[in-house]
């Protein structure tokens, strides 16, 4: 299967699993990759996602072979429904991209749907797109976010690839590992993750993106609708009699 998807306790690991062409998505490949994550989003005994590649590459970007429209002059490519792809976007449960190898193109836009991203020191990242007479899509309007608007117009006008140092100075990823250790740490971090109250960590996901392009008015509303709606979950009510009665909290995400 070019898209692998497993489970370890309550955390989801996608793996592109097309290492012969460093991982390149082919539209199936897209498909796969949003019916995963919505997978992620549904199944109540999963709590962490973790996207990661198979052999030298997270993703080189997408298989521009597959994707060629012969009705288009040059390299072109059909554009990819973004109602499919772009449903990540719309994933509750926190997602880390382990980013390994060659991390390019639509393969970086795919790391950039993840809320942390941790790289092994062999990770390239960049945005070659213009290389070939396309765009960088969906990166073009988050990177600027993640690492500033300099940053992103140098890796997009100039198409050159940085290393996991840089990436990591330029606050694009959150940390660099040995590679060996890549799935390693990323495991313990999800781990980590799982320790805390899974609905208080699907909000302030919620919170933080939402409240991004909100007014401070508008932000602090949803900030009182979502402490509303949490004190009013069971997991709420055992949060604080786990406070009270100074034990850890069994929380069940309900």
């Known amino acids: 299967m070019s898209v692998e998807y497993r489970r370890e306790g309550r955390i989801a690991i996608i793996t592109l699993n097309r290492p012969e062409k460093l991982n390149a998505i082919s539209p199936e490949m897209y498909e796969e990759i949003s019916a995963r994550l919505q997978e992620i989003d549904r199944d109540p005994e999963v709590w962490v996602g973790i996207v990661t590649g198979a052999g030298r590459a997270f993703s080189a970007g997408a298989d521009l072979l597959t994707m060629h429209d012969p009705n288009l002059q040059g390299p072109g490519w059909r554009p990819i429904r973004p109602d499919r792809f772009d449903q990540g976007l719309a994933v509750q449960k926190p997602l880390i991209a382990a980013v390994n ?14 809320d942390i991203r941790i790289a092994a020191e062999d990770a390239q990242f960049g945005c070659p797109e213009v290389r070939w007479n396309l765009l960088h899509g969906y990166g073009a309007m988050r990177l600027p976010q993640l690492i500033g608007l300099s940053q992103t117009l140098y890796l997009l006008l100039t198409g050159e690839f940085i290393d996991a140092r840089e990436a990591h100075r330029i606050g694009l990823v ?15 971090l999800a781990g980590r993750i799982c320790q805390n109250a899974p609905l208080a960590v699907r909000m302030s996901k919620e919170l933080a993106l939402r409240s991004s392009e909100m ?24 949060g604080d009699r786990a ?8 929380y069940k995400a309900r």
Do not use: W
């Open 101 to 114: 190898g060659y991390c390019l193109a639509g393969g970086l836009e795919l790391a950039l749907f993840c």
């Open 174 to 188: 959150h940390e660099v590992v040995p590679k060996e250790r890549l799935m390693e740490r990323a495991l313990a």
């Open 215 to 238: 007014s401070l008015t508008a932000g602090v509303q949803l900030y009182q609708e979502f402490v509303r709606i949490l004190n009013n979950t069971e997991d709420g009510r055992e």
């Open 243 to 250: 406070f009270r009665e100074r034990r850890p909290p069994e």
